[in-house]
């Protein structure tokens, strides 16, 4: 399949290049398009062509003409995640690597509000909803992204980023009814005060049905039911300042969460929280702003085995200074306080989740400084920079990294980065117990002595704008990974095992992007992704010999795929009538729960779209996922969990907006 991914991105490139002739011919600007500012690289705006990184910015339109109802379906088109659903309402995603329910070296956040959970790291994505429609866009970074973000963002960052209430005047109403998102409702209300400061509120109620067991025993019953509502204030009225205040509530069920642990009551997973983030935005002089950045959340939820409360503070300060042109200088500093509660529970007379200390209370410190220097103006860039953190784990970390850019003209970028990142253990690392069966046998223990993991990373990349309406950008990297997580034996007999530090990985591989607007009303993109990975563990390591294979090290190789290839294809048949289509190929998994279970098969998806502007303020949409019905598994089952497959379904959305 890695042949049929080469000769189909082959045959669009040479499309584009003869695109790119013909324009050429006919003097056009290189530069008229694809010129995606991000935010995400330096917590300041800048130009995504520019960036010496791999990065992707899904825009809103690219969402909404998707027919996404979530934000894991929106993910599936960034190229370079790996996203596959398991079950229905978890998600496995990741970036290079290391696939899992609780992918640990992706940090995900919204608003610049961390969604990592320090429970599992990780990212818990049922919980993870927004009215879509007010997603202003979807910002990816491929690769580490500690130096900016701290720890944890080791494979990449996604930073969702909401549009600001002066894109969301008005009145938007929105309905989805299908035979999997049963019914999907969404509100919002946005003004402006006599100040000309902007406003909005909304309210979101989401019902989705579960998927059918792989084993064919039918529905696994394990939907998910959310309520949700949130505000968002703008205030521009200060001279030099602007001042952002919003915040969201939310209280939704996952069915069946823990589908395997056959509890006679119920194994739902309750949850409910609401956070509050404030951003003020200040203007010094003209070479000088600073940007101060808190946010206050809170958690909670209830498994059938325990419950857990978090509250989180976070406050983050940026300054930044130009001190020319050629030399744009960046410091910071940030404080971050988690405090959480867990409530166990027996199950069958067995507490199947055991932390050695109910309550915790973590802090992080860190500080952070960057430069952007210009060894020939306009032409070759520098940047250095590193971020220090003091955690309650393990004490100081830091994070460097060093990156170049070259501009051999207007309209191509070449880049090359090397950086060190690394992610710090959470309390399902440091102080939990893992049993199962009816002997309560002990197959993973925390160690308070567990370590970072460590990546040093090497990435290089070239971009180029044949013309102004194509634009091409390959990616290659390799990553040498240090001080893996391994079970090991603590004891002569190896009955209980300990979490460790014992592990390695290198891995290695490519990405490449080719966008075509092809006519004024037709628009292609056309990703290919290859990756390898291979794992080691150290001669005295005993992690392939625990009774918890669903996470030996080595397991992790088979968990992500090699190749995918993703085909985009948005149409505008009138300027009312919008047709639109997504292809993707993802490779096959070689391995299932353990080293010798059976992999998940390769499978290919048909997404497709038909939109119709009935008038200037009704929209109305049909979209059918998996066209071909090619029932397929995503992933595989886990320790608490079934494996599930995923087949055709298809939804009716209606929008109202004046």
């Not at 038909?610 to 019905?629: E, K």
């Amino acid at each position: 399949m890695r042949r049929f991914g080469i000769i189909t991105f082959s045959l669009l490139m040479s499309s584009f290049c003869s695109s790119a002739e013909a324009e050429s011919q006919g003097g056009q600007d290189t530069n008229a398009t694809f010129n995606t500012e991000i935010f995400s690289l330096s917590k300041k705006k800048e130009n995504a062509f520019d960036a010496p990184s791999a990065t992707y910015v899904l825009s809103s339109e690219d969402i909404r003409r998707s027919g996404a109802t979530s934000i894991p379906e929106a993910l599936r088109m960034v190229p370079g995640l790996q996203v596959a659903r398991m079950d229905g309402n978890k998600w496995a995603i990741t970036a290079r690597g290391f696939n899992r329910q609780f992918s640990n070296k992706l940090l995900v956040m919204i608003d610049g509000r961390t969604v990592y959970t320090t429970l599992f790291s990780g990212t818990v994505w049922d919980i993870q909803d927004y009215v879509l429609e007010d997603v202003d866009r979807i910002e990816v970074v491929k690769g580490p992204g500690g130096t900016i973000w701290g720890a944890n963002a080791v494979n990449g960052v996604i930073n969702i980023i909401t549009k600001s209430a002066v894109q969301t005047q008005g009145t938007y109403v929105s309905q989805i009814a299908g035979d999997q998102d049963k019914s999907i409702t969404e509100a919002r209300y946005g003004g402006q005060t006599e100040s000309k400061d902007a406003y909005r509120f909304y309210v979101k109620k989401a019902v989705r049905e579960g998927l059918n067991r792989a084993d064919g025993a039918g529905s696994n019953n394990d939907g998910i039911k959310q309520d949700r509502a949130g505000f968002r204030y703008d205030i521009s009225s200060i001279k030099d300042s602007s001042i952002t205040v919003h915040g969201d509530a939310f209280s939704g069920v996952a069915q069946n969460y823990f589908s395997t642990l056959a509890n006679p009551t119920k194994n739902d997973k309750d949850s409910k929280g609401m956070n509050l983030v404030v951003n003020w935005n200040k203007k010094l002089s003209n070479k000088s702003n600073f940007i101060l950045n808190s946010y206050l959340d809170y958690d909670q939820f209830s498994i059938p085995i325990l419950k857990r409360a978090a509250r989180t503070f976070d406050v983050d300060f940026q300054h930044f200074y130009n001190f020319s042109k050629e030399n744009q200088f960046i410091w910071g500093v940030g404080y971050r306080q988690i405090m959480d509660h867990i409530n166990e529970s027996e199950v069958n007379g067995n507490l199947p989740l055991h932390y050695s200390s109910s309550k915790r209370n973590d802090q992080w410190f860190s500080g952070f400084i960057q430069d952007k220097i210009g060894l020939i103006p306009d032409k070759l860039y520098l940047t250095l920079g590193t971020k220090i953190e003091k955690n309650d784990f393990t004490g100081f970390e830091y994070q460097p990294n060093a990156r170049l850019s070259y501009y051999p003209a207007r309209n191509q970028t070449l880049w090359a980065a090397v950086s060190r990142s690394v992610r710090t253990p959470t309390r399902g690392e440091s102080d939990v117990t893992i049993r199962t069966g009816s002997s309560a046998t002990i197959v993973s223990q925390g160690s308070p002595a567990y370590g970072i993991e460590q990546l040093i990373a090497y990435e290089a990349g070239y971009r180029i704008k044949p013309t102004s309406k194509t634009l091409l950008d390959a990616s290659v990297f390799y990553n040498d990974y240090s001080k893996l997580r391994t079970l090991e034996s603590n004891n002569p007999n190896g009955v209980t095992p300990v979490l460790a530090n014992l592990g390695s990985a290198e891995s290695y591989g490519f990405e490449l992007t080719g966008k075509w607007q092809a006519m004024d009303n037709w628009k292609l993109e056309v990703n290919y992704d290859h990756l390898n990975l291979f794992t080691h563990v150290s001669a005295a390591s005993t992690d392939e010999t625990q009774i918890l294979k669903t996470d030996t090290l080595s397991n992790a190789e088979g968990q992500s795929p090699r190749d995918q290839v993703k085909l985009k294809s948005f149409y505008n048949i009138t300027p009312k009538v919008e047709f639109d289509n997504i292809f993707y190929y993802v490779g096959g998994l070689n391995k299932g729960i353990t080293n010798t279970g059976a992999g998940i098969p390769s499978y290919i998806t048909w997404d497709t779209r038909l939109g119709y502007l009935m008038t200037r303020n009704l929209d109305l949409s049909i979209g059918i996922r998996d066209l071909m019905n090619q029932t397929h598994s995503e992933f595989k089952g886990a320790l608490y969990n079934r494996q599930t497959v995923v087949g055709r379904t298809y939804y009716f959305k209606m929008v109202w907006q004046y």
